[in-house]
């Protein structure tokens, strides 16, 4: 995105980025804007869809990715996060997890299933083991209308608002200035000059430089009418 990037969200919230990010909204791409390609999508993450995708298994995957996308703008405060989670709810339906021993003895949370229900189910569990790490609200999408772009914040106190400053972040500070400058707030700081040469010309046009000037004028037009010394 741009010249600026932004590092990968850890661990599984990585999945999770993906999948919003399937669709450029910028560039007018989607990865899944065909059964065809989400089947692929799918095989590639090892959620291997149990026959042919059919058209339903790509709205469920566009619905899946759409309701991530709200709620990573709910972690951005550009959305509300009550409202996002009662659409994953009912976009993720019922899905099966399973507990599975890790490698490192701890007890995880497993995708059961195929296809599109296998990547919900490891969506939810990824968002699940995020939240109990803390770095589920790093994960959030860009508030630009363009881009929507997931990226995961890394600064130190969660400040970070734009996929990159260099392009959504400075095409948001170019906008609010125009609209300073159409309200009257922004103008080039201008009006020293102005009011200097405005001081100046009532001045000049007052009763006190006006009585000045005449007496100049007459001062000057009778040394030229006087006459020479013999």
């Known amino acids: 995105?741009?010249?600026?990037?932004?590092?990968?969200?850890?661990?599984?919230?990585?999945l999770?980025?993906?999948?919003?990010?399937?669709?450029?909204?910028?560039?007018g791409t989607d990865e899944l804007d065909s059964?065809?390609?989400?089947?692929?999508?799918l095989a590639v993450r090892g959620f291997q869809p149990?026959?042919?995708?059919?058209?339903?298994?790509?709205e469920r995957a566009v619905a899946l990715r759409e309701a991530l996308r709200q709620l990573l703008l709910a972690n951005?405060?550009?959305?509300?996060?009550?409202?996002?989670?009662?659409?994953?709810?009912?976009v993720a339906g019922a899905v099966q997890l399973v507990p599975a021993a890790s490698p490192a003895g701890s007890v995880e949370l497993r995708p059961a299933g195929r296809g599109v229900s296998a990547l919900t189910a490891a969506v939810?569990?990824?968002?699940?083991?995020?939240?109990?790490r803390g770095t589920w609200d790093r994960l959030k999408a860009c508030p630009a209308d363009t881009c929507r772009y997931a990226f995961y914040d890394s600064s130190r106190n969660r400040s970070g608002i734009w996929c990159t400053m260099r392009v959504c972040g400075s095409r948001a500070k170019a906008r609010t200035y125009q609209r300073r400058l159409r309200a009257g707030r922004g103008a080039p700081d201008r009006p020293a000059r102005r009011d200097r040469a405005q001081a100046q010309a009532q001045a000049d046009d007052s009763p006190a430089a006006n009585i000045v000037a005449?007496?100049?004028?007459?001062?000057?037009?009778?040394?030229?009418?006087?006459p020479p010394l013999p």
């Open 16 to 27: 999770v980025q993906e999948l919003v990010n399937t669709a450029d909204l910028e560039g």
């Open 50 to 58: 149990a026959g042919p995708p059919v058209g339903a298994d790509r």
């Open 76 to 90: 951005n405060g550009a959305a509300s996060g009550v409202a996002a989670a009662t659409r994953l709810a009912a």
């Open 214 to 226: 005449a007496t100049s004028a007459c001062s000057t037009g009778s040394q030229r009418l006087r």
């Open 124 to 132: 939810l569990a990824a968002i699940h083991e995020a939240q109990a």
């Open 35 to 41: 059964a065809e390609r989400v089947g692929l999508w």
């Open 1 to 14: 995105m741009g010249i600026e990037t932004r590092e990968d969200a850890p661990g599984s919230l990585r």
